[in-house]
T-cell receptor, first 109, second 113 residues
């Protein structure tokens, strides 16, 4: 069955420290992977998608098909990065999306 | 601004009552979705629709039904609410022009007593 796993419910780091939010998936086809973010009192919104290979707000994520992972990374965390982060998987061409359980990132001053 | 609007934003109801959550969008998107969010469980897909005549079950459709009244409206119904349906419900839309991006509403918090 298709599944997205985010092993950490909570990740606390100090400002300026590197951040890595883990995401693993199980899917036998060609996946499309996304990271969504939910800041306090704001709507859930797209942060980045693997096909774009872009950096948004200093965050990057690389799809590793061998390890079936799509970890989100940022070299220097900022306090404004504190939020709930969800990894999501879309089955190629289906426009059906499933989400992981989410990781709350807290960046401490 | 083009938007995804959910009503009601908060609702408290009793076990056994019928409840409807409504979603409307002004984005002109074809695809609409209903998710529920529970602490520790993330977002789980309830139903999704690719156009007015296309309705599909998601991961957790039992106890729920939906209606796609128009391209812009997608309603979620709980025919007989039960306490474990207490959750935060999100509507979302997507369109092929935006390469897989989901656009979310603000959420409807439902409490079933």
């Amino acid at each position: 069955a298709q599944r997205v796993t985010q092993p950490e419910k909570l990740l606390s780091v100090f400002k300026g420290a590197p951040v890595e939010l883990k995401c693993n998936y199980s899917y036998s086809g060609s996946p499309e992977l996304f990271w969504y973010v939910q800041y306090s009192r704001q709507r859930l919104q797209l942060l980045l998608r693997h096909i774009s290979r872009e950096s948004i707000k200093g965050f990057t994520a690389d799809l590793n098909k061998g390890e079936t992972s799509f970890h989100l990374k940022k070299p220097f965390a900022q306090e404004e990065d504190s939020a709930m982060y969800y990894c999501a998987l879309s089955f190629s061409g289906t426009y059906k999306y499933i989400f992981g359980t989410g990781t709350r990132l807290k960046v401490l001053a | 601004d083009a938007d995804v609007t959910q009503t009601p934003r908060n609702r408290i109801t009793k076990t056994g009552k019928r409840i409807m959550l409504e979603c409307s969008q002004t984005k002109g998107h074809d695809r609409m979705y209903w998710y529920r969010q529970d602490p520790g469980l993330g977002l789980r897909l309830i139903y999704y629709s690719f156009d007015v005549k296309d309705i599909n079950k998601g991961e957790i459709s039992d106890g729920y039904s939906v209606s796609r009244q128009a391209q812009a409206k997608f309603s979620l119904s709980l025919e007989s609410a039960i306490p474990n349906q207490t959750a935060l419900y999100f509507c979302a839309t997507s369109d092929f022009r935006f390469a897989g991006e989901l656009f979310f509403g603000e959420g409807s918090r439902l409490t079933v007593l």
